[in-house]
């Protein structure tokens, strides 16, 4: 079940993302996967200047993806984000629907990191930033 502060966006399938076949290539559901978890880190104003500003940055360190079903160019692709984990590392989940054709077509997850502005990594999300989770 999606907790109620998953972030939605709809993308509909270019030309160019798509394999001689017609179907997405698969290496694009990453940038589909990178625009909800930019909403997403947007709706909690977590967006990289906004990490910048209190003082860290964010990096994915771990991203998979499962294909169930595919998306084929003219399609609209689901794509919903959601924090799954806010442990030491955040961990945002999604579920990638083909909307025309009302099939889930991928679920996937990131990890993301935090470290300082010298790049050392945090043991903990930092008050500042678990702040914006309690709104």
Not at 49 to 73: E, I, N, Q
């Amino acid at each position: 079940m999606r907790p109620a502060h998953a972030t939605t966006v709809r993308l509909p399938v270019p030309f160019h993302d798509c394999d001689p076949l017609g179907i997405l290539w698969h290496g694009r559901y990453f940038e589909y996967l990178e625009a909800a978890r930019t909403a997403l880190l947007q709706s909690f104003e977590l967006d990289v200047p906004d990490v910048r500003g209190l003082g860290f940055k964010m990096f994915v360190t771990d991203a998979r993806c499962r294909y169930l079903y595919p998306l084929s160019y003219g399609e609209v692709a689901k794509v919903t984000a959601w924090f799954s984990e806010l442990g030491p590392l955040l961990r945002v989940a999604y579920e990638v629907e083909n909307e025309t054709r009302g099939r889930k077509s991928a679920r996937a997850f990131t990890v993301i990191a935090l470290t300082d502005h010298e790049n050392n990594l945090l043991k903990r999300v930092p008050d500042d930033v678990m702040a914006r989770f309690n709104r």
